[in-house]
């Protein structure tokens, strides 16, 4: 298996969706973990992986590297993320270890690390474009301005091209869910495979002794745009529309100094916190004003599978494919979102109603070892 990063500590999605495969895949086959990383890696975050893994190779990206390869990318037709992960010297050692361990298939999480597989021929090779990262960057291009926009559409057309060509190079290809896999857009798309994410064993224990301190929490890696819009949405446009009693957590780590700022008497910014499950434990309502961004949403699989209720945009839901009115509330607009704050607030029953039938949603649908069956039956086959 190839990733672009190490995965662990599991603050970023790509992390955690490779962390649980990895684990899940391990009980059928014998890993061999090639990664990239962006920095060094503590040996007691290697350590967490050892379990699972024959062997573990990291190569540290470094910033002179970092440098050259997304700015020598700006003038080629490939996206500037695909030459910020690779690099020659790092294709070497990967083909040498390739011919030492000769394995039966490859697995690459992320089209950014594609390059460095994509001309073996020797077993069969899977590569899981996890999201459409094409529509995000067209997503984030819309609300842009200036050289900020121009990067992100040039971006965007890059990865739509790149997520086209590279298809022919591999045998098999997963995607998050039915709504990215329209976004790529290649002829035989029908032949990817959805391979959602799940919520660990962890998220399915209830703790009902733990006080609600806060009415309304949002998490996620505070430093991930989409969040940060999501972040700022919340304080700058729903918070004005509700009661000033209210209270707000925003949860996750590394937050962009412009969710810092949302800081106040009404709007907590935790930052890192030891355990997300308390984070969300601690609030009467989850809600995540997703506007941006691509994939399957981790925070409301996990929220729900915790017993908070959700309220989530549309297009969020799209992928997680809940029932509204059910399993979650919908909301695609700061009014939509005070209504249903609302609803729950003074509705003990409704309230009750999102918290169980979301929970069973989440069991039925989401444990990690019946997502990753799929995944395990198309590498056997």
């Not at 700015?71 to 790092?90: C, E, L, N, W």
């Not at 990967?94 to 490859?106: C, G, R, S, V």
């Not at 990262?133 to 890059?158: D, P, T």
Request: aromatic content about 10%.
């Amino acid at each position: 298996m190839i990733t672009s990063r190490f995965p662990f500590p599991l603050e970023k999605g790509d992390k955690l969706r490779a962390y649980h495969q990895i684990k899940e895949l391990s009980k059928h086959f014998e890993i061999h973990l090639i990664s990239t990383s962006e920095h060094k890696v503590e040996e007691e975050h290697i350590e967490e992986l050892r379990p699972f893994c024959k062997s573990i190779a990291i190569f540290q990206i470094s910033i002179f590297q970092k440098v050259i390869g997304a700015s020598t990318k700006m003038f080629s037709r490939k996206p500037i993320q695909v030459g910020y992960f690779h690099h020659y010297s790092i294709q070497l050692k990967i083909n040498k270890l390739l011919t030492e361990i000769q394995p039966d298939h490859i697995y690459c999480q992320l089209i950014r690390a594609a390059e460095y597989v994509k001309n073996y021929h020797d077993c069969p090779k899977t590569i899981d474009y996890m999201d459409a990262l094409s529509k995000g960057l067209e997503r984030r291009s819309m609300n842009a301005k200036w050289l900020k926009k121009y990067i992100f559409e040039s971006e965007f057309k890059r990865l739509m091209n790149y997520e086209n060509s590279i298809f022919e190079y591999f045998e098999h290809h997963t995607i998050i869910s039915k709504q990215d896999k329209q976004y790529i857009f290649h002829k035989n798309r029908a032949e990817i495979e959805i391979v959602p994410n799940g919520v660990d064993d962890s998220f399915l224990e209830i703790d009902n002794a733990q006080p609600k301190n806060v009415d309304l929490v949002f998490i996620g890696n505070m430093s991930y745009p989409p969040n940060v819009t999501a972040a700022q949405f919340i304080v700058n446009e729903i918070l004005p529309l509700l009661p000033t009693q209210l209270k707000v957590k925003i949860a996750g780590s590394n937050p962009a100094k412009e969710v810092i700022k949302l800081a106040s008497n009404q709007v907590e910014i935790t930052g890192y916190v030891d355990d997300i499950k308390n984070a969300y434990r601690s609030a009467e309502i989850f809600i995540a004003p997703m506007f941006l961004g691509t994939g399957l949403q981790n925070k409301l699989l996990e929220s729900m599978a915790l017993g908070v209720p959700c309220i989530t945009t549309s297009m969020a839901n799209n992928a997680l494919g809940a029932t509204p009115e059910k399993e979650i509330l919908i909301a695609d607009s700061a009014e939509e979102f005070a209504f249903q704050i609302k609803r729950l607030t003074e509705n003990p029953q409704l309230k009750q109603e999102i918290i169980e039938n979301g929970r069973s949603f989440i069991v039925k649908n989401y444990e990690w070892s019946k997502v990753t069956d799929k995944l395990v039956q198309l590498i056997k086959d």
